[in-house]
């Protein structure tokens, strides 16, 4: 399903079988799921994406063959390919642990071709194992939605009380998460969104409500995954003295301006990007313990627009994620 152009639905079209290069494995998409991130990409919000594109960054599936001096996977091998595809390895942020701001990273399904399709290629590099607890479609999410939403929790703290705004794919993972680790869930949700806060309150949350309320009690820190640079402030007014936001989207929309009383007293405000291949190993050995359980909403391949439709008009609950075998056979190019 390619990206051409911005505001244009994708279109199913038949491309070459691409083949693994020197240290690449060829997969076999078995499960590709549905984030924000591509709707940016096809909304055209997101600066400068290879084009035309196959979108899609959270990818299972299997290595059908091996480029040359590939070792870290045999062919059969089940694999997960996360947003990050490729790093210099090279510039300070690389060195020094930080290869999610590397200056030249290459991201999949953005700035390399990704898992909206029946084959895709990857850096045998930035693939991860998946835990054979997960079946290929509950699996998908947890290469995004899981990974950003478990860095962003590390980011917002120890505290006790965390408010998620915006109760999609990433919150439904991270609220499992919290929750096993003993914090206490207060879920903000598009006003009068009452399915949303129901599916919170099965999650665990002891709190759920309009994304403009706010909670009797203060809270230690905040993550906002809705891009909606209207709750930045709204967040700020939530978290106790010292408390932290934390902004786990790619994109936002502007952030209005605020008094500064309720960033004054050590609150902090801060930005999480992309992921570096330590989280992702840590959050893949975490999820089958506690264990996360991902809700899935299936589509098949060609599906792929209305998939995105849905999620754009907030019609998901857990995760949209397109399933291969839900498509016709696909003949195999030589
Ligand atoms: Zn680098
Ligand atoms: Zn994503």
């Keep these: 399903m390619l990206f051409e152009k911005a505001g244009q639905p994708?279109?199913?079209?038949?491309?070459?079988?691409?083949?693994?290069?020197?240290?690449?494995?060829?997969?076999?998409?078995?499960?590709?799921?549905?984030?924000?991130?591509?709707?940016?990409?096809?909304?055209?919000?997101?600066?400068?994406p290879k084009l035309p594109l196959i979108p899609g960054h959270e990818i299972v599936g299997t290595v059908e063959a091996k480029g040359e001096g590939t070792e870290r996977f045999e062919i059969g091998d089940r694999v997960g390919i996360p947003w990050l595809g490729w790093t210099c390895g090279e510039c300070s942020y690389c060195l020094w642990g930080r290869e999610n701001l590397c200056d030249k990273a290459r991201f999949t399904g953005y700035t390399i071709d990704g898992g909206y399709a029946d084959y895709t290629v990857a850096d045998q590099r930035f693939c991860f194992r998946v835990p054979d607890f997960y079946g290929d479609a509950e699996a998908a999410p947890l290469l995004c939605a899981g990974l950003i939403g478990y860095r962003s929790l590390a980011k917002a703290g120890d505290g006790k009380r965390l408010g998620i705004y915006g109760f999609g794919a990433a919150a439904h993972i991270v609220a499992q998460v919290a929750r096993y680790q003993n914090r206490e869930i207060y879920a903000f949700t598009r006003p009068g969104d009452k399915a949303a806060a129901k599916f919170a309150f099965e999650l665990g949350a002891v709190w759920a409500g309009d994304s403009?309320?706010?909670?009797?009690?203060?809270?230690?820190?905040?993550?906002?995954?809705?891009?909606?640079?209207?709750?930045?402030?709204?967040?700020?007014?939530t978290v106790d003295k010292g408390g932290i936001v934390v902004c786990g989207g790619i994109h936002m929309s502007d952030i209005p301006s605020f008094p500064y009383e309720i960033l004054w007293e050590e609150r902090s405000l801060c930005s999480i990007a992309n992921l570096t291949r330590q989280d992702g190993e840590e959050f893949l050995a975490l999820a089958p313990k506690i264990p996360v359980r991902t809700e899935v909403q299936v589509f098949a391949l060609e599906e792929a627009n209305e998939?995105?439709?849905?999620?754009?008009?907030?019609k998901i609950q857990g995760a949209a994620v397109l399933l291969m075998e839900a498509t016709k056979p696909t003949t195999k190019v030589a």
């Design 10 to 48: 994708l279109r199913k079209v038949e491309l070459p079988m691409p083949r693994p290069a020197v240290g690449e494995v060829l997969i076999r998409v078995r499960a590709c799921a549905v984030c924000r991130t591509d709707l940016h990409v096809v909304d055209g919000e997101l600066p400068q």
């Design 307 to 314: 998939a995105l439709a849905r999620l754009r008009s907030g």
């Design 212 to 237: 403009n309320e706010l909670p009797q009690v203060k809270l230690d820190s905040a993550i906002i995954f809705a891009p909606v640079g209207d709750l930045v402030p709204q967040a700020l007014r």
